[in-house]
């Protein structure tokens, strides 16, 4: 089956103490729909402007990724622009512009309004909600969010969270949300404001998994070298939901997201392995299995009697 994606396209320019790349392509959704793309077939959602290297549509056609729901509009597409510290777990963002993006209002293609599986990259909850409006009968809604909308938007935000059967956010943007310090509670407290489901992401901790009385917690895969963090929770998300859409059949449930929460921890292990999704591009299933058993086997352990 195939996942929809719905979120922004950006050319980004990263700058960490070692190197610093321009006019990469970056945006949650471009992230997010190359990591689900390893999974199941993608239709993305977003918006471009007339700068936009018409190479990357020919790299997503490459990777299953149907761009028909991209629109290209007169203008700049959306340029952000970050400096990483030392440690690469402290980002600074040096500008932001959102040109075309400032107006953009998603509207899906009436072949993409079917999908069973969605992905609402990080964008307003407003447009979140905007997507699902539009849609048949989705079968599984992913979510992300961030700090942002939390902060400026809690109205809409609190308004989606019962349509979304998983919310995924970061350690930070969960305590914020709840106003607790403990990510248990945090986690739980945010499962019963409306999501089926919710995972948070510890960057290089792992993630956790909260269902109805259900807990589950996994690593991050260790890396020796860490090239560029930008687009790693995306890629986690994408990876989760593609997993999803192209390996599940029936009802999704727990054991299913635990398995798609390693898969979506391993995609986004290959993704900071080089700047923007270049270690993506070269990235084979073969070289996912092989890191997604070695994950296993790192994290499997006897009871001794």
């Known amino acids: 089956m195939s996942v929809l994606v719905v979120g922004s396209i950006a050319l980004d320019t990263v700058k960490t103490p070692v190197e610093e790349h321009a006019d990469q392509l970056g945006g949650s959704a471009s992230y997010a729909s190359l990591g ?22 020919d790299f997503w056609k490459q990777h299953r990724i149907d761009a028909s ?32 993006f400032e107006n953009f209002s998603p509207t899906l293609p009436e072949n993409f309004r079917e999908t069973e599986f969605v992905l609402l990259a990080n964008i307003a909850p407003s447009l979140q909600s905007h997507v699902l409006d539009q849609m048949k009968r989705p079968r599984f809604v992913v979510a992300d969010t961030m700090d ?8 809409d935000l609190d308004a989606l969270l019962p349509r979304v059967d998983l919310l995924i956010l970061n350690d930070s943007e969960a305590r914020q949300m709840t106003g607790e310090t403990s990510l248990i509670r945090a986690g739980r407290k945010i499962r019963k404001a409306g999501p089926k489901y919710v995972a948070v992401k510890k960057g290089e901790h792992g993630a956790l998994l909260f269902g109805e009385d259900e807990f589950f917690s996994c690593g991050a895969y260790p890396l020796e070298d ?40 391993v ?4 993704n900071v392995e080089a700047f923007s999704m270049d270690r993506m591009r070269s990235l084979t299933t073969d070289e996912i299995d092989q890191r997604y058993d070695m994950f296993r086997m790192m994290s499997h352990f006897e009871v001794l009697e």
């Open 36 to 57: 689900a793309s390893f999974f199941s077939p993608v239709q993305l959602v977003g918006v471009v402007g007339d700068d936009f290297p018409e190479s990357e549509f």
């Open 267 to 270: 995609l986004a292990s290959f």
């Open 148 to 155: 942002l909308w939390i902060e400026t938007t809690r109205k």
């Open 226 to 265: 860490i090239h560029d963090p930008t687009g790693a929770g995306d890629t986690f998300a994408g990876g989760v939901a593609g997993y999803l859409a192209g390996k599940t059949r029936g009802e999704v449930n727990f054991q299913q997201l635990r398995r798609a929460l390693i898969y979506g921890s």
């Open 69 to 100: 729901g991209v629109q290209r509009a007169k203008g700049k597409t959306f340029r952000w622009s970050g400096e990483y510290a030392w440690d690469l777990n402290t980002r600074e963002t040096k500008s932001v512009a959102l040109n075309v």
